[in-house]
């Protein structure tokens, strides 16, 4: 059983940055990739990033890729998600799921946080 719990959400301007955090406990955690998703009102939940517990290796969709940036309190299990230089297009619920591979596919999971909203202002 994983546990998580997302937070760090809120209003941000249309260039500005924010952090997201994800904090996880469980057992086996260190055997689990941690992957962000977002879903915005209407759409199907999708993937922004993942990394892993063992390494420092993230890696991100396109949409996001140069913008966000993931990385890793191993001694906390805290995985946080940077977000530089917001779109409008970026504003949606932000998840954090954790899985025994990094899917790109949100229906595979088993597990999630509640998630933390981010608005975005123009």
């Known amino acids: 059983q994983v546990h998580l719990v997302e937070s760090g959400g809120g209003l941000v301007q249309t260039g500005g940055s924010l952090r997201l955090s994800c904090a996880a406990s469980?057992?086996?955690?260190?055997?689990?990739?941690i992957s962000w998703f977002r879903q915005a009102p209407g759409t199907e939940r999708e993937y922004v990033g993942h990394?892993?517990?063992?390494?420092?290796?993230?890696e991100y969709d396109p949409s996001v890729q140069g913008r966000f940036t993931i990385s890793k309190d191993n001694d906390k299990f805290t995985v946080f998600l940077q977000m530089n230089n917001v779109k409008p297009q970026d504003a949606a619920i932000y998840y954090c799921?954790?899985?025994?591979?990094?899917?790109?596919?949100?229906?595979?999971?088993?597990?999630w946080g509640l998630g933390t909203l981010v608005t975005v202002s123009s």
């Open positions: 799921g954790a899985a025994l591979w990094p899917y790109k596919s949100a229906t595979i999971y088993k597990y």
């Open positions: 469980g057992r086996g955690l260190s055997n689990y990739y």
């Open positions: 990394i892993t517990w063992g390494n420092e290796f993230a």
